[in-house]
């Protein structure tokens, strides 16, 4: 008798910048998640898969949660908080410290909500002393009953595997939902807009990068199989950044597009001719409409 799979659904949670995107890259061996030392760098649920001979978790990676500003961040905040509910278990990604923050309390109230087994992960274990993660572990345990907590470093590897491992004993034993070579379930196009996405917030300078989105106008591959032609679109609020997204000459957007290129070829494993415009469309971040149009629909949640 052939011995019973386990699969099931995990959601990754955790304020910005915590590590989430590493972490899930991290875990799944390819890169699926765009990281950049800027918040909202994550907008979209994404899903990864990850299957070995014990079976499949399917990873929600929800945009972090956090008090919301405007139109995109309300959005941000329902689907991370609606994922909660709809998984077999949450991981909770955190710094390595003692204080724990408001932002670190309201993720708690929510989780408080809940039934959900919630595993901790202490990232960024790298970057202290191994004496001092007792301290911290206990410090989190305090605000949340955690089913467990694990220290790791999602940079350097350290400790993944027990996050692969714990994941299992907690999901349902079941039929896989993905063939077991799929790797995430988000179209190429959308992948291709992240990662352009992810050199501009990179490359451009902090007072731009929250206001802008990327589409694909069109990407076709030639009759000869060998190039795919792309052209991008990246969107910013207002002229001043249009001029600081092109830069001098045109230096800033051609460095975007030779890094983006550079990384969409090696994900795809053929040649790309990329060509990126700029273009401005006033607060489209609290436009219905044009959240839309950059793929952020409400209904969809």
Avoid at 86 to 91: A, K, S, W
Avoid at 226 to 236: G, H, K, P, Q, Y
Avoid at 265 to 281: A, F, H, S
Wanted: glycine share 6%; charged share 30%.
């Amino acid at each position: 008798m052939e011995e019973q799979k386990k699969s099931g659904f995990a959601t990754l949670i955790g304020r910005p910048n915590v590590g989430k995107s590493t972490l899930m890259n991290r875990l799944i061996g390819q890169k699926i998640a765009i990281t950049s030392n800027k918040p909202q760098t994550t907008r979209n649920k994404i899903q990864t898969v990850y299957t070995d001979e014990r079976g499949q978790i399917v990873f929600l990676d929800t945009p972090g949660i956090h008090k919301a500003k405007n139109k995109l961040g309300e959005y941000m905040v329902n689907v991370a908080e609606h994922t909660l509910k709809e998984v077999d278990v949450i991981l909770w990604l955190v710094e390595p410290t003692t204080f724990i923050g408001q932002g670190e309390r309201h993720i708690a109230e929510q989780l408080e909500k809940v039934d959900t087994p919630v595993i901790l992960v202490i990232n960024k274990v790298d970057t202290v002393k191994k004496e001092e993660i007792l301290t911290f572990i206990d410090a989190y345990r305090k605000i949340y009953h955690f089913a467990e907590i694990i220290p790791v470093s999602a940079l350097k590897g350290t400790n993944t595997e027990d996050v692969i491992d714990t994941l299992y004993r907690y999901l349902p034993y079941g039929p896989m939902f993905y063939d077991e070579d799929t790797v995430t379930d988000q179209p190429m196009r959308q992948i291709v807009a992240e990662l352009i996405r992810e050199k501009a917030l990179r490359i451009l300078n902090d007072e731009i990068p929250h206001g802008i989105a990327v589409y694909i106008d069109s990407m076709k591959e030639r009759p000869s199989n060998d190039i795919i032609d792309i052209d991008a679109t990246i969107v910013c609020e207002r002229e001043s950044h249009k001029g600081i997204i092109i830069g001098k000459q045109g230096q800033m957007l051609k460095k975007i597009g030779t890094q983006a290129r550079i990384e969409i070829e090696k994900m795809m494993e053929v040649k790309i001719n990329l060509k990126l415009w700029v273009k401005v469309r006033k607060e489209w971040r609290d436009s219905d409409v044009q959240l839309k149009n950059f793929g952020y629909d409400q209904k969809e949640i």
